[in-house]
């Protein structure tokens, strides 16, 4: 009788579902938005060099 009860606990667990907390798109929108954010800083420093 317990290790059924065991079973059927260990059964249950394994349809657990995780929900997001947003669309997955949006998870790629925003690493796309920050590493644009960071390309855009390294470029403003490129020709810091020449102008001193």
Excluded: D, N
Excluded at 1 to 29: C, D, N, R
Excluded at 30 to 44: E, Q
Aim: proline fraction near 4%; aromatic fraction near 10%; hydrophobic fraction near 55%.
């Amino acid at each position: 009788m317990k290790t059924s009860i065991l079973l059927a606990q260990a059964e249950e667990a394994h349809h657990t579902v995780v929900e997001l907390p947003m669309h997955p798109i949006f998870y790629g929108l925003i690493a796309f938005a920050i590493l644009m954010l960071l390309m855009f800083v390294t470029m403003s420093w490129k020709g810091i060099s020449h102008r001193h």
